[in-house]
């Protein structure tokens, strides 16, 4: 079930109020938000040329590992639909990536009762905003589909597929797609700087472990980061 609005101040939002109507699966997206969020509390910048979808998950059994699932979802789509002729990247935890520049952000949220939750997974997508709307808005390491292949995709068409492969992911859980999350991450390999509570301190992402964490190393050993605890950023740019 695909909800098709026109304008929303928050797919993510318009789920969280309507979920008690709604079944598991369902799905909404909209021309245009007016109020789109981000990761960390950060506004979400949502003209017409991106896309917003957001998807209801009610009582998953992964609740921690739909964000990843979510990310592998959206580059098998796009996989799929581009006939893998471009190597879109996840930067841990699950911005998509094309050339070092950032195409799609997700955000999960999630919404408690008792011992149970339902979670609210919400994605955009990049359509085809230009290389100047990302200038105007400094965001120097945002870009469209369109802007980086050339082409965009019917964004109800996408729409559809993807929340259909994020319910499908997000069942079977994170060690399904495991080596398909880690072959796509563009982290490992690359001193990242981590900002945990504030501080900061450099190490080299070195793996992701079975739950999805991080994996780094620095002079101090070996740590484990863990996606609502540390921001990363690359040393020498977004990436
Ligand atoms: C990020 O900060 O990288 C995550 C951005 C997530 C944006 C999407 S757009 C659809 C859904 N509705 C929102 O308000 N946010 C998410």
Redesign the pocket.
């Known amino acids: 079930m695909l909800i098709r609005l026109e304008e929303v101040s928050?797919?993510?939002?318009y789920l969280k109020e309507n979920r008690n109507m709604l079944p598991d699966g369902a799905a909404v997206t909209a021309l245009k938000?007016t109020?789109?969020?981000?990761?960390?509390g950060?506004e979400?910048l949502?003209d017409e040329g991106?896309l917003?979808?957001?998807v209801l998950l009610k009582a998953p059994q992964f609740a921690a590992e739909i964000t990843l699932c979510a990310a592998v979802a959206v580059c098998e789509v796009l996989d799929s639909h581009y006939g893998g002729r471009y190597n879109f990247g996840i930067k841990w935890p699950n911005?998509i990536v094309l050339n070092g520049r950032k195409l799609c952000?997700?955000?999960c949220e999630s919404v408690y009762f008792g011992d149970s939750c339902e979670v609210i997974c919400?994605?955009?997508i990049n359509l085809s905003q230009s290389e100047e709307y990302f200038r105007q808005a400094e965001l120097p390491y945002g870009a469209s589909l369109e802007m980086l292949t050339g082409s965009a995709p019917e964004r109800n068409a996408l729409a559809e597929t993807i929340a259909e492969r994020v319910i499908k992911l997000s069942k079977s859980g994170f060690s399904d797609i495991y080596d398909s999350y880690r072959r796509r991450c563009i982290t490992l390999g690359r001193d990242v700087k981590l900002i945990i509570n504030g501080s900061e301190q450099t190490a080299r992402a070195v793996d992701i472990a079975p739950n999805g964490y991080l994996i780094c190393s620095n002079e101090n050993g070996e740590l484990s980061v863990n996606s609502g605890e540390v921001s990363v950023r690359g040393l020498y740019g977004y990436v």
């Not at 109020?35 to 960390?40: E, I, S, T, V």
């Open positions: 928050s797919t993510n939002s938000q109020a789109g969020r981000g990761r960390r950060r979400w949502s991106m917003p979808l957001s911005d952000g997700i955000l919400g994605i955009g």
